[in-house]
């Protein structure tokens, strides 16, 4: 049997393939062939943001903010993954993006919760200090994914907050969030991994935060699983949902994309995945993979195992139109589910 494709012009079916290499202006290109640093890292561009035709816009798409996705390895080495994570973000600047993001532990990872309590660092702290420099010197806002942070109650606690902090240009933190829902969980053939040994889940949600690129809303790796905040968020007018992972190696073969594209078709976001990669140590290894979604559910830009960057265009009028052709937020039935089926404001 042959299925038809329905031919009509804004059919999202009918769309031209939605993946192809950008092609960039003469300085980005000259950067992609010269760049030293480039030889090293693994870049890919997968973010021709194809849309139907009858969608066409008159800008070009060089006019839509370019977003950065960086991928690390971190360890248990502070000064080492400031380095690596510095060159990302000064080769993402470089090629024209406004807004860059790291993953979960971007700061380190330690090998035990003893590491990671002594490792960590309040917010006013050293290395804050050093990214604050850095966006500074950059001229671009950081999503600095999951910092392990020594919090007011330090003293009484003893205990850290896995803190999704935003920088913007000037280096000032706009946002704080505090991923809510911890990892304490024991899979097969991972290792176990229980996150509240070391961590306070955070009191809160923290109102979706206006930056160049759109309207981001913040959570943190494992918060990705609970399909109730990422609709929290969109109700809150989040544009962009951001997970940044450090997904273990057997969940994310099976979960990781899957979890990231669902969480983009039902709210009609973006959605920016930075990822840790490889092995931290002798005891930890991530998956990798990191991406953005684009909210139809296709992944515009992913990068592969090794650390690198990848990049993407925002189109926040195809994500308007989308959400026209497409108005889940109006068809919900809050009076069967309650509050999360409220429309969109
Ligand atoms: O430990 C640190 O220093 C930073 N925190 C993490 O890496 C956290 C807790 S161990 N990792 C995850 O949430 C992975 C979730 C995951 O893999 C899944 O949901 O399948």
Known sequence: MVLAVPSCR????????????????P???????????????????????????????????????????????????????????AELVREAARLGACLAFLPEAFDFIGRDPEETLRLSEPLGGKLLGE?????????????????????????????????????????????????THLCDVEIPGQGPMCESNSTIPGPSLEPPVSTPAGKIGLAICYDMRFPELSLALVQAGAEILTYPSAFGSVTGPAHWEVLLRARAIETQCYVVAAAQCGRHHEKRASYGHSMVVDPWGTVVARCSEGPGLCLARIDLNYLRQLRQHLPVFQHRRPDLYGSLGHPLS
């Open 131 to 179: 990214y604050t420099q850095l966006a500074r010197e950059c001229g671009l806002w950081l999503s600095l994914g999951g910092f392990h942070e020594r919090g007011q109650d330090w003293e009484q606690t003893q205990k850290i907050y896995n803190c999704h902090v935003i920088l913007n240009n000037t280096g000032s933190v706009v946002a704080t969030y505090r991923k």
């Open 10 to 25: 804004t059919c999202y079916l009918a769309r031209p393939p939605r993946l192809g290499f950008i092609i960039r202006p």
């Open 27 to 85: 300085h980005q290109l000259l950067s992609l062939l010269l760049g030293p640093r480039l030889r090293i890292l693994r870049l890919s561009i997968l973010c021709a943001q194809p849309r139907p035709r009858s969608m066409a816009i008159s800008s070009s798409s060089w006019d839509l903010p370019l977003v950065a996705v960086c991928q690390v390895t971190s360890t248990p080495d502070k000064q080492q993954n400031f380095k690596t994570c």
